[in-house]
């Protein structure tokens, strides 16, 4: 799969020329090649691009998202095809017990929260030992909802003048982020087979990303870590912040102890969720740990 993630922020012409990207711009022209491309982040409506570029994208597994007026991902391209044995990983989706995913859930809460607690070590702030202790106590499931408890202490730290809930440049950039990271990990469970909109824990009928909202869990401390560094009080959200947003699925986790790119992580994530489901073991599960910012080098 690609690498390589372009973000269009004024108006540009996208179409297809020899298996590679064109993107025009008053009269001048870059081209990149496709095989090269992991996602791609249309902010401006007045762009252009062609159909045949759009179902190219889709047989590559490139993920195509596009933005509202507000500049969030609004919508994603995800291909139907990505896999040779689709109907086989949707089975074993399907067919998962109730202990699996409620187990498979508990790890996810564990290493989010245990990310958190990293993310403020990193920010030189009070309350990781504290996330440290509740994620040592999540059962199956999560029915204590200690998800819900370090949500509150950890939020307290990042936000401590602010709520989720309160509009507020902070806000939107962390919801940029998420969107981002989302759109990443449906990108990788649409390239194993899986159906994005059944999920482990998260069941909203009206959402067709339940299964990435479950994985994006544990990758949303990188997000928070970034905005809490970059976007503060009195400051606005612009559009390089919102680059910088598309350029961290190149930062670094650490994951089955090696340094491995955001993308590389959900790739890596799905394959092991994948593997997991076939032999019904939980433990098998792969999921990343935050790190201090660093850009992946590639060799």
């Given at each position: 799969?690609?690498?390589?993630?372009?973000?269009?922020?004024?108006?540009?012409?996208?179409?297809?020329?020899?298996n590679q990207?064109?993107?025009?711009?008053?009269?001048e022209e870059?081209?990149?090649?496709?095989?090269?491309?992991?996602?791609?982040?249309?902010?401006?409506?007045?762009?252009?691009?062609?159909?045949?570029?759009?179902?190219?994208?889709?047989?590559?597994?490139?993920?195509?998202?596009?933005?509202?007026?507000?500049?969030?991902?609004?919508?994603?391209?995800?291909?139907?095809?990505?896999?040779?044995?689709?109907?086989?990983?949707?089975?074993?989706?399907?067919?998962?017990?109730?202990?699996?995913?409620?187990?498979?859930?508990?790890?996810?809460?564990?290493?989010?929260?245990?990310?958190?607690?990293?993310?403020?070590?990193?920010?030189?702030?009070?309350?990781?030992?504290?996330?440290?202790?509740?994620?040592?106590?999540?059962?199956?499931?999560?029915p204590e909802?200690?998800?819900?408890?370090?949500?509150?202490?950890?939020?307290?730290?990042?936000?401590?003048?602010?709520?989720?809930?309160?509009?507020?440049?902070?806000?939107?950039?962390?919801?940029?982020?998420?969107?981002?990271?989302?759109?990443?990990?449906?990108?990788?469970?649409?390239?194993?087979?899986?159906?994005?909109?059944?999920?482990?824990?998260?069941?909203?009928?009206?959402?067709?990303?339940?299964?990435?909202?479950?994985?994006?869990?544990?990758?949303?401390?990188?997000?928070?870590?970034?905005?809490?560094?970059?976007?503060?009080?009195?400051?606005?959200?612009?559009?390089?912040?919102?680059?910088?947003?598309?350029?961290?699925?190149?930062?670094?986790?650490?994951?089955?102890?090696?340094?491995?790119?955001?993308?590389?992580?959900?790739?890596?994530?799905?394959?092991?969720?994948?593997?997991?489901?076939?032999?019904?073991?939980?433990?098998?599960?792969?999921?990343?740990?935050?790190?201090?910012?660093?850009?992946?080098?590639?060799?």
């Amino acid at each position: 799969m690609g690498w390589r993630n372009i973000y269009i922020s004024s108006p540009v012409k996208l179409n297809l020329v020899q298996n590679q990207l064109r993107i025009t711009k008053e009269g001048e022209e870059l081209d990149v090649p496709l095989e090269d491309i992991a996602v791609i982040v249309v902010e401006c409506l007045q762009t252009f691009f062609t159909g045949q570029l759009i179902s190219e994208f889709a047989q590559r597994g490139i993920a195509f998202l596009i933005c509202d007026r507000t500049h969030l991902p609004c919508g994603e391209l995800l291909s139907y095809h990505q896999h040779s044995r689709m109907s086989k990983s949707f089975l074993l989706q399907i067919n998962a017990s109730e202990p699996f995913r409620k187990n498979c859930w508990r790890l996810i809460v564990r290493r989010k929260i245990l990310n958190q607690a990293r993310c403020l070590d990193l920010l030189w702030l009070q309350e990781g030992d504290t996330l440290r202790r509740l994620a040592a106590t999540v059962k199956s499931g999560d029915p204590e909802n200690r998800e819900s408890q370090a949500a509150q202490i950890y939020f307290s730290q990042i936000l401590p003048n602010s709520t989720r809930r309160i509009p507020s440049p902070v806000n939107d950039a962390l919801n940029y982020g998420y969107s981002i990271f989302r759109g990443a990990v449906a990108r990788a469970l649409a390239a194993h087979g899986f159906l994005p909109a059944l999920g482990i824990h998260h069941r909203n009928e009206l959402n067709h990303f339940n299964l990435a909202d479950d994985f994006i869990e544990t990758l949303r401390p990188l997000v928070d870590l970034w905005v809490s560094t970059n976007v503060g009080p009195g400051k606005s959200f612009v559009p390089a912040h919102r680059q910088s947003l598309v350029s961290l699925l190149t930062s670094n986790l650490l994951i089955n102890g090696e340094h491995q790119t955001v993308l590389r992580c959900t790739e890596i994530m799905i394959a092991a969720f994948l593997k997991a489901c076939k032999e019904k073991n939980p433990s098998l599960l792969e999921l990343p740990e935050l790190l201090p910012f660093s850009e992946h080098a590639y060799e």
